[in-house]
């Protein structure tokens, strides 16, 4: 009998729930829940299960099944949930569930069976960080939803309940890790996490977003380049907000020019990938334009700044990413990129908008001088 293709030395683990696939949140006019009463057919609410159901089956079934390895996730303790959030926002979510649920902010709907998801999506991203901090492997996948990076200590955000790569950061920290870096891709600034470590010099956040500033009272920040930290985590919160239309050559700017820079003076023990689909081409949620191509690219330097700087350690954790097809499809690429094979494995299905990258050039090299002018550890000796 023919062995099974044998776990690349460097292979992904990924971690995995299905429970969580039970988080629903209702039907409308896009995300808003509403029926206005003259549409015939009423789209899910974006962050829906389909799209995690494709991401997971393309692991499962696709070119890369041979390099995956599959882990399943928990529930996360409430006490856990404590380092990152307070417990008085921990109590109104359990109050939320017991009353059978309701809209937390805009977009975001608790509905039952939604907190056992979320404590899922939570507990499954500690237990994929808990993996490499143990050195049962060096690179791991949280495949989880509902969201994380928008929630804050105190609040629930933009289909975020809890914020599950900044609770695995801080268990990160907890267990003796001196420095992380964050580097949330996602279309949308990753809010939450920034606030989380907004006073802190050990977790540098860095987020590339496109320019939608604050959408309310549950989203205060702006995601402009001042919102930088304060105190002790003063340059410690980087935002690269990026022009609408921004593609592929124009992130692997950014990258080049801002975040390896910044990663390389932070030297990190420790690297997360947060990873939107949003950022795609093709995405409702999002006005970026990245490819297959732009996605594999990403995931390659964030590799090679794992190699250099974390022994090798990089979690990724999953956030948005709308397009039920293209979403698995960017998520594959991503994590081609990240295993640093030489030829893509999986051809791009539909990509063919051109891209004019010179504006967006231009925005980059000003974000650039102005945090070399203004952020203290990235001033030149
Ligand atoms: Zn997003």
């Known amino acids: 009998m023919a062995s099974p293709p044998a776990l690349s030395d460097d292979g992904i683990s990924v971690f995995w729930h299905e429970g969580m696939l039970n988080h629903d949140a209702g039907s409308g006019v896009f995300d808003t829940g509403h029926d206005p009463g003259f549409l015939d057919v009423l789209e899910k609410h974006p962050e829906n299960s389909d799209r995690i159901r494709n991401m997971v089956s393309i692991l499962r079934r696709g070119p890369l099944s041979s390099h995956i390895s599959w882990h399943s996730g928990r529930l996360a303790l409430i006490s856990e949930l404590h380092s990152f959030h307070t417990p008085e926002y921990i109590n109104e979510l359990m109050e939320a569930d017991k009353e059978g649920g309701k809209k937390v902010c805009l977009g975001t709907f608790l509905n039952p069976g939604s907190l056992v998801a979320a404590l899922l999506a939570a507990g499954t991203t500690l237990s994929a960080m808990k993996h490499i901090l143990d050195g049962d492997g060096k690179i791991a996948y949280a495949l989880v939803r ?77 995601g402009s380049i001042d919102e930088l930290g304060e105190n002790e985590g003063l340059g410690y919160n980087l935002n690269i907000p990026l022009p609408n239309g921004s593609g592929d050559k124009c992130y692997a700017y950014a990258m080049a020019e801002l975040v390896v820079p910044a990663v390389q003076k932070f030297e990190p023990h420790m690297i997360v990938l947060v990873v939107g689909q949003d950022s795609s081409a093709f995405d409702p949620n999002g006005r970026q334009c990245l490819t297959m191509d732009g996605y594999r690219n990403i995931g390659r330097v964030v590799r090679g700044l794992a190699n250099r700087h974390s022994g090798g350690r990089l979690l990724i954790v999953q956030e948005g990413g709308y397009h039920i097809t293209y979403s698995a499809y960017c998520l594959h690429a991503t994590l081609e990129g990240v295993l640093n094979l030489p030829l893509p494995m999986l051809s791009d299905p539909i990509a063919y908008y051109p891209e004019d990258e010179a504006f967006a050039v231009e925005v980059i090299e000003s974000i650039k001088r102005y945090q070399k002018d203004t952020v203290p550890f990235l001033k030149e000796a």
Not at 149 to 165: E, I, K, S, V, W
Not at 185 to 195: F, K, L, Q, R, S
Request: charged content about 10%; hydrophobic content about 30%.
């Open 146 to 222: 509902p969201p994380g990076h928008h929630a804050q200590p105190t609040q629930a955000d933009g289909y975020c309940f809890l914020n599950n790569a900044g609770l695995a950061v801080q268990l990160a920290l907890d267990s003796g890790c001196q420095k992380a870096v964050i580097i949330d891709i996602d279309v949308h600034y990753g809010n939450g996490t920034a606030e989380g470590f907004y006073h802190s010099n050990k977790v540098l956040t860095i987020s590339l977003h496109m320019n939608h500033g604050s959408w309310g009272p549950s989203h205060p920040q702006s």
